[in-house]
């Protein structure tokens, strides 16, 4: 790994609890702090996480109605959140923030943005893998009602050319489908940014707490590396009104290696000066996509979404057969 260095400074800013009773200001009021510790550090771009405004509400039943007075957003920046557009434009830092879109014709989305060292926004990411219910569970400790307050995203998993890179964004369970992060690696994003909220209790199934941590670092692990990308991603984690989720915010190299990761459960900066070359040499060489790939055998990816019965090794190679290479 040789060449010149193209340094970015890349920071990830952890959030403590939101709880119901926080007003929006008083959240505007952490994330200018932690911006402007971000800046301090030397960063030019910084991210937030999921639905970084409230508390993690798709944990409670709520009629629609009353989700969206109290949670959603009808414009961005908005009222509450133009100061932090401000100053990023003041310190000339980009930044990434989750929020509850509503649309002007009223459909919800899981939304991020990316927003440049202007100020301006650049890009729109709606999550498109939606965990939990749409259904009420009375019986479960918590609800995960993703499914009931968002739509599934209908603008697919873009990359941005902005700030001297090519930035993807996704978020929060996005992280656990390799599809994503190639799809982002296919538009050669050199970064992903992504903000979560993970409870650390699974109310589906009895899944031991300590893999919860594993598998959030494992997939943000492989798919920095099997992308030659680097992995920013920034939890809102601790104890919001009693309901525990874990942090682990991190940055990951286009090695698979974490070179930070935050220490607790509080707000938090984490910083890198990121080296973007450093993703050149797997592109390149392991994961040079042109050379190595062979999208041909990899029809069921599309055309299944779910696992069905094993096929003929001659089904496959008429499946094969039949792929249309671009260009
Ligand atoms: N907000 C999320 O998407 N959380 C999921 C939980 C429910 C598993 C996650 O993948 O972290």
Known sequence: M???????????????PIHLAD???????????????AHSRGARLVVFPELALTTFFPRYWMEDDEAIARFFELSMPGPETQPLFDLARELGIGFYLGYAELTGDGRRFNTSVLVDEAGGIVGRYRKIHLPGHADHKP??????????????????FSVWPTMDTK????????????????????????????????PSHNIHWNEPTHLRMFHHLLSLQANAYQNALWIAAAAKCGAEDGFHMFGGSAIVA??????????????????????????????????????????????????????????AAGELAKLASTFQQEG
């Open 254 to 311: 286009p090695t698979g290696e974490i070179v930070a990761q935050a220490q607790g459960e509080d707000d938090e900066v984490i910083f890198v000066n990121a080296d973007l070359a450093l993703g050149d040499s797997f592109r390149q060489n392991v994961f040079n996509f042109i050379k190595h790939r062979r999208p041909e055998h990899y029809r069921l990816i599309v055309d299944r979404v779910g696992a069905g019965e094993p096929l």
């Open 139 to 156: 019986q479960a400790p918590f609800q995960h009602l993703e499914k009931k307050y968002f739509e599934v995203g209908n603008e697919g």
């Open 23 to 37: 007003t929006r200001a008083a959240v505007v009021k952490r994330l200018i702090a932690l911006l402007r510790e």
């Open 167 to 198: 930035i993807g964004m996704c978020i929060c369970n996005d992280r656990r489908w390799p599809e994503a992060f190639r799809v982002m690696g296919l538009q050669s994003a050199e970064i992903v940014a992504l903000g979560y909220n993970t």
């Open 2 to 16: 040789s060449g010149l260095k193209r340094p970015l400074g890349l920071a990830v800013a952890q959030l403590g």
